[in-house]
């Protein structure tokens, strides 16, 4: 019987390739801060489920974010960046203005809104620092993209 | 057994009956409420059961906003310390209103709303959705269309399946098979990407038809990766049943028996890990079943055992399909005439009955009512948390493998 993390060291899943952002970049943290790691807190606040699925398929080994010093945490007041997916639900606008609320210092917003045919996509509610906003169902190599352009490295 | 999947007034107060492979509307008048009545009525509120107080009983409210729920949902538990002594599951802060929404609808524009439902259930929402319309329309479809939408319906099966056993892995702390399964998670995305063109199998499923054919590389390319897939996960499956540890968190975990699940109300995965045989795909003449994993002990390695051995499964019936419409090589137009009328329709998801009710009128939807397995699953974690520690929470909540979008609707 095999000991299990020898069944890991002997394959390495890592996928070498560049991470190239073509979308339009609205704002960017200053001074460039992160440029070593970078911790993020994802909210959902109303979702079809499918952007959660590709931030949890963004944590598999074939991206390895650590090795570029990205971490997920499980709280706002740790994280650099609040990646948000909506569209929004009326009752989640509230709990999403404290989260915003309880991020510290220099941060910024990414919003992703799902593409469907539900209309209610963030617009309207006033959210400072974001950096990209994107209405498109995107992949787990776009999201780590954008996040390596706030870190000078895309 | 007959169980209620679904209550609603259309017409007078009507409910959806499912017996083994058969789905029924019927008027609710001259029946005697079954027991999950009341879970069926406030499926968009609170799921669960009572609310507990006492000498210092107090709500652990988890959620919506934390790292350990994804989703935008609220679980209130109610405990004294360590001990769980009763769970109400708050779904309404995902709640999109789907139904209403398709009401004045077009056919077309409802089938964009089916997708949107849930992310990881497209596949079954839209094949749901588009089985009802096509009731009502008497489309007949060719066999090989049959065939694209079965092979999708077990990719998606897949995907799911892989999800959830990560998830479970990753709760007993096992990090390298976590790893492992994770790549195959994103591995089997990647499959979806070649078969349909969208990683969650999204706008593949049309009226009459499907939206991409595939060519002969591309199903050699499916056929190969699944292959490499299947091996890959029968050692890595094989393996971890001999970790001690992870086992150890799963087994008499989040325990339902099979009469507390036919009274919930319970399908899929789950009912068949509860020592209840029921699979709609074995009434379904297309997909030829014999062999489905039924086990007795309705824990959470149970339900982490059917859903592994489902893998397996789903793959071999893949494989088949693809081989029958290797030769195929004809778009053909899905041209329809609208009608009016009511029909119901059901597919088996990966978690379970999805079931949508429509009514076309004038040309336009009338009405709609989605059964969604979610449902019943939350009403299923919330029971068989009682009882439990908080450390056991993990893997009763992923092992049913519902979420709040399907549930929310």
């Given at each position: 019987m095999k000991w299990w993390p020898l069944v890991g060291i002997k394959n390495y899943f890592t996928e070498k390739k560049d991470y190239d952002f073509k979308g339009e970049i609205k704002y960017s943290l200053k001074d460039k801060v992160f440029k070593k790691s970078l911790h993020i807190f994802v909210i959902d606040v109303g979702n079809s489920n499918l952007l959660n699925f590709t931030i949890k398929a963004l944590k598999s080994p074939q991206y390895n974010i650590h090795r570029f010093g990205i971490f997920f945490t499980e709280t706002p007041r740790h994280a650099d960046i609040l990646i948000v997916l909506g569209p929004v639900n009326e009752k989640m606008k509230q709990p999403l203005l404290e989260t915003i609320n309880q991020m510290p210092g220099d941060f910024g917003v990414i919003i992703i809104n799902e593409?469907?045919?539900?209309?209610?996509?963030?617009?309207?509610i006033e959210i400072p620092n974001v950096i990209a906003k994107v209405d498109k169902n995107l992949s787990p190599d776009e999201i780590l993209s954008i996040l390596l352009t706030q870190m000078n490295r895309g | 057994m007959k169980k209620l999947l679904g209550a609603f007034n259309y017409n007078g107060e009507k409910f959806i009956f499912q017996e083994n492979g058969t789905i029924a509307v019927v008027s609710g008048e001259n029946y005697v409420k079954p027991k999950n009545y009341d879970l069926i009525n406030n499926r968009n509120t609170i799921i669960g059961n009572q609310k507990i107080t006492g000498e210092g009983v107090f709500n652990f409210r988890y959620g919506p906003v934390t790292g350990g729920v994804a989703e935008a949902g609220i679980y209130n538990i109610f405990t004294n310390g360590e001990k769980i002594l009763g769970v109400q599951i708050d779904v309404s802060y995902k709640r999109r209103y789907i139904e209403d929404k398709l009401k004045g609808k077009s056919i077309e524009d409802g089938l964009k709303l089916a997708n949107a439902v849930c992310g990881n259930f497209a596949f079954s929402h839209s094949l749901a959705y588009c089985k009802t319309i096509e009731k009502i329309l008497q489309i007949k479809l060719p066999e090989v269309i049959k065939y694209f939408r079965i092979v999708g319906l077990e990719l998606e099966r897949i995907y799911n399946h892989f999800y959830v056993i990560a998830e479970l892995a990753k709760g007993a702390a096992q990090k390298v098979y976590t790893s492992h399964m994770q790549y195959l998670f994103e591995e089997s995305l990647r499959v979806n990407k070649i078969f349909s063109g969208s990683r969650h199998l999204i706008g593949f499923n049309k009226i009459g038809g499907i939206s991409k054919y595939l060519n002969k590389e591309e199903i050699v390319k499916i056929i190969d990766k699944l292959s490499e897939l299947e091996e890959r996960f029968k050692y890595l499956y094989e393996k971890s049943l001999e970790s001690g540890n992870y086992l150890d968190r799963l087994h008499n975990t989040g325990i339902i028996t099979t009469e507390k699940a036919l009274e919930i109300g319970l399908t899929g995965p789950s009912l068949r890990a509860s020592n209840f045989r029921e699979d709609l795909r074995e009434f379904d003449?297309?997909?030829?079943?014999?062999n489905i994993p039924v086990k007795e002990e309705g824990d959470a390695l149970a339900r982490m055992e059917v859903r592994a051995e489902e893998i397996f499964i789903s793959i071999n019936i893949i494989k088949e399909k693809l081989q029958k419409i290797k030769d195929f090589n004809d778009s053909e137009k899905n041209e329809y005439k609208i009608k009016d009328g009511e029909e119901v329709a059901a597919v088996e998801s990966p978690s379970g009955t999805i079931c949508y009710f429509i009514a076309i009128k004038n040309g336009l939807i009338d009405y709609c009512y989605i059964v969604t397995p979610s449902t019943f699953g939350f009403k299923a974690i919330a029971d068989s948390l009682v009882g439990q520690i908080f450390t056991d929470f993990v893997f009763t909540v992923e092992s049913f493998g519902v979420n709040f979008a399907d549930a929310a609707r």
């Open positions: 593409e469907n045919s539900i209309d209610n996509k963030i617009n309207e | 003449n297309d997909y030829n079943l014999t």
